[in-house]
């Protein structure tokens, strides 16, 4: 009986993982001068977007919530965490999260994983799946749907979308963009790339006594690269160095940190940690230390953060 109450939602899977699959087949085997084929899979506004490139990788892109408002809700702080455990990263250029296959892999595991992605980290109904191709002019910069507009941030040159289409390589918000973040994936969208950056630099600094403290006020990360091996060396602020933390950092909000491999305050009077540079991105580690600020600070970005460097 198990078996048989499973078969149906195993058969509808497979359904779906199958036609995404013969849509990335189809963008790879048909070749169009002057023009990049884009496979696009979607349930309302969650959906991942993919292109071969000469190399004959696989890049895709899944929705973020910077261009899509909407999705604020979807992407939880439990469902970035999954999205990274899944091999997604974000991209600061429009706010979503990338992900590149090598020339090697069969379009069929691809698939499998854009389907997973799709149904675990975004929530989507295999069964409401929507799937097209496109083949759009190979430029620099395509155009893409505009801010909260159906599937905003993906590649679309429909004559539609023009009047609000995006015609550059980058996404800048409104300034009148609200400051507030109810999710860690708005607080990652207003301070990603500044963050992404200041990480950035400490690793390209690593010889050198460089830091970076984001301070939210009730609460701080700060880092410094640590070699050898070249890492970078965290430390999430305790109530042991701030008494004051006691009411904000509950136990729940500890095992949060554990979750991200933070340990015990020991080797500082902190909660600390080590990213290893070769084994994260600058990026996927400013969103954790964002999603730190938001899950165990509490911060919503009521006041600026503040960044210190050195």
């Known amino acids: 009986m198990i078996g048989l109450c499973g078969a149906p939602s195993l058969a509808l899977a497979q359904t779906s993982s199958t036609r995404i699959d013969d849509a990335l087949q189809n963008i790879t ?10 496979a696009t899979f979607w349930d309302g506004n969650k959906f991942i977007q993919c292109r071969r490139w000469p190399d004959r990788t696989m890049r895709c892109e899944a929705a973020g919530a910077s261009m899509q408002p909407s999705l604020k809700t979807v992407l939880t702080g439990e469902r970035l965490t999954r999205l990274t455990a899944l091999g997604w990263v974000l991209d600061p250029s429009f706010g979503n999260y990338v992900q590149t296959f090598s020339a090697d892999m069969a379009t069929a ?30 430029v620099t910069c395509p155009p893409r749907a505009g801010f909260s507009q159906n599937l905003a941030g993906s590649v679309n040159d429909a004559p539609s979308m023009q009047s ?49 403290i984001f301070d939210a006020g009730i609460g701080y990360v700060q880092c410094m690269p640590e070699t050898p091996p070249p890492a970078l060396y965290c430390e999430a602020q305790s109530a042991e160095s701030w008494p004051a933390l006691a009411a904000i950092v509950t136990p729940e909000r500890v095992a949060r940190l554990h979750s991200a491999g933070y340990s015990d305050p020991g080797r500082a009077p902190n909660y600390w940690k080590l990213y290893s540079f070769d084994k994260i991105t600058d990026a996927a580690n400013a969103s954790e230390i964002l999603t730190i600020m938001h899950e165990v600070y509490g911060y919503t970005g009521a006041q600026e953060l503040k960044i210190s460097t050195k």
């Open 29 to 38: 085997s048909l070749v169009r001068s002057g023009q990049v084929g884009y």
């Open 109 to 138: 595991r691809v698939a499998d994983h854009v389907l997973r992605t799709l149904t675990e980290a975004y929530g989507a109904e295999a069964a409401a799946l929507e799937i097209s191709t496109k083949w759009i002019a190979d």
């Open 164 to 212: 609000t289409a995006v015609h550059a390589c980058s996404y800048k918000p409104d300034t009148k963009t609200p400051q507030t973040a109810y999710s860690a994936a708005e607080l990652i969208t207003i301070y990603g790339v500044r963050a992404t950056a200041e990480i950035q630099r400490l690793r390209i600094n690593a010889a050198r006594e460089v830091f970076a």
